[in-house]
Nanobody, 127 residues
Framework: QPQLVESGGGLVQPGGSLTLSCLGS????????IGWFRQAPGKGREGVSC????????YYAASVQDRFTISRDNAKNAVYLQMNMLKPEDTAVYYC????????????????????WGQGTQVTVSS
């Protein structure tokens, strides 16, 4: 059974950093477009960043450009989101997702989401 499990969320002060991790099991992320999404209270889901498996093509939402970095470690079957210069408006539940690379693109993934989802991890940015 394919499964994604996020970790690394928490409470951080504005300007701080966090690294989210997403570990895949039951399938190999090498062949999947992977993405990070977030949902703040009362708001819709937002595609934060997505990454292609072979080309390294990436997408970042304008709100996180130059602050967040997505990466993957195929040997660990893991995906990461390095978040720097965090702002209160980054507060949300963050989810990782994956979709087969043969049936999606990076822009489509970040727009429509994946076939597999993690349970989410809370990120709170507050002083």
């Amino acid at each position: 059974q394919p499964q994604l499990v996020e970790s690394g969320g928490g409470l951080v002060q504005p300007g701080g950093s966090l690294t989210l991790s997403c570990l895949g099991s039951g399938f190999t992320l090498d062949y999947y477009v992977i993405g990070w999404f977030r949902q703040a209270p009362g708001k819709g889901r937002e595609g934060v960043s997505c990454l292609a498996p072979w080309t390294g093509e990436t997408y970042y939402a304008a709100s996180v450009q130059d602050r967040f970095t997505i990466s993957r470690d195929n040997a660990k079957n893991a995906v990461y989101l390095q978040m720097n210069m965090l702002k209160p408006e980054d507060t949300a539940v963050y989810y990782c997702a994956a979709k087969e690379a043969l049936i999606t693109t990076v822009p489509n993934m970040c727009d429509m989401g994946g076939n597999y989802w993690g349970q989410g991890t809370q990120v709170t940015v507050s002083s």
